[in-house]
């Protein structure tokens, strides 16, 4: 979708910023796994297969990054975003990037192999869930309005 936003950018960074809840998901949950591992899961050759969603995750996420280079948006969050994204991974989920950070958390607990990591899986797309994709939502509706309206009721929050 070819549609231009106001050029002007608004700042309203969330209190918390993605990054640092992927990077809090992770130090928990090799905590859990070091002090309440729990039932081992995989064994260990098997974890080796945590690698897969891992890439995907870094692919799908370049694939995003890369869009926003190519439009010249912002990929900051809290900036009003100048066009409306909806190629490339876009076309089947409008948050990309938070898929695949929850794919590099069902990675990095897959090569755990214990059972705890895997609850900060859920709690992390709740918390982006509530606390992130609402605010960056309402910025986009008023950005693009309609435009943004029909996307969204054609592309999915997550898959």
């Known amino acids: 979708m070819t549609t231009e ?5 608004s700042m309203r960074p969330p209190r918390i910023f993605p990054p640092v ?3 809090a998901a992770i130090i928990s949950m090799v905590a859990l796994h070091k002090l309440l591992p729990g039932a081992a899961l995989i064994a260990s050759p098997w974890r080796w297969l945590g690698l897969l969603p891992f890439v995907a995750a870094v692919a ?13 948006t912002t990929i900051k969050p809290g900036e009003t975003s100048s066009y409306l994204l909806a190629e ?3 076309r089947y989920t409008r948050n990309p990037i938070y898929l695949g950070m929850v794919l590099l958390l069902t990675g990095v607990a897959l090569m755990l192999g214990s059972l705890t990591p ?10 982006i869930n509530r606390n992130v994709i609402p605010v960056e939502e309402e910025m986009m509706a008023t950005a693009f309005g309609a435009d943004y309206e029909q996307y969204r009721a ?3 929050r997550w898959l």
């Open 5 to 9: 936003g106001n050029n002007e950018r």
């Open 21 to 23: 809840y992927l990077l």
């Open 60 to 72: 799908l996420a370049t694939a995003a990054v890369r869009l926003f280079r190519k439009h010249g």
């Open 88 to 90: 490339g991974p876009y």
């Open 118 to 127: 895997w609850l900060m899986v859920p709690v992390f797309a709740w918390l």
């Open 154 to 156: 054609r592309v999915r």
